[in-house]
């Protein structure tokens, strides 16, 4: 059973992490700029913290490979993300969210 809340609440993360990540670069697209967007940048930014702060890996999957996973990916990964896919989520993510506080940084400067 900890295992499986675990994984869910690592999938929940995960899902709410890529909503964040997503509406940060439309922001940055599209000169948004809503109470959404500081939620989204308080989100990234605290991922950013926790993952670089543990040695760039999720704390989630190394608890939930201590409780006998042998991935410690969520369930997204599991069952919608060919194995393959999984290691570069992290790229991804990172380089969507990077591009989307640059474009935000600078649509802020520019007015």
């Not at 890529?18 to 500081?38: E, H, K, M, T």
Request: aromatic content about 12%; proline content about 5%; charged content about 15%.
């Amino acid at each position: 059973m900890a295992l499986f809340l675990i994984k869910f609440f690592h999938s929940i993360v995960f899902v709410v992490e890529s909503a964040a990540i997503l509406y940060l670069l439309y922001s940055g697209l599209f000169n948004v700029r809503s109470p959404w967007l500081g939620v989204a940048v308080v989100l990234v930014l605290a991922e950013v913290v926790v993952y670089v702060g543990n040695g760039t890996r999720c704390p989630l999957t190394r608890l939930a490979r201590q409780m006998g996973d042998k991935t410690g990916d969520d369930f997204i990964a599991d069952i919608f993300l060919p194995a393959w896919f999984t290691p570069l989520i992290p790229r991804i993510c990172g380089s969507l969210a990077a591009v989307g506080m640059i474009l935000v940084v600078v649509r802020l400067l520019i007015g």
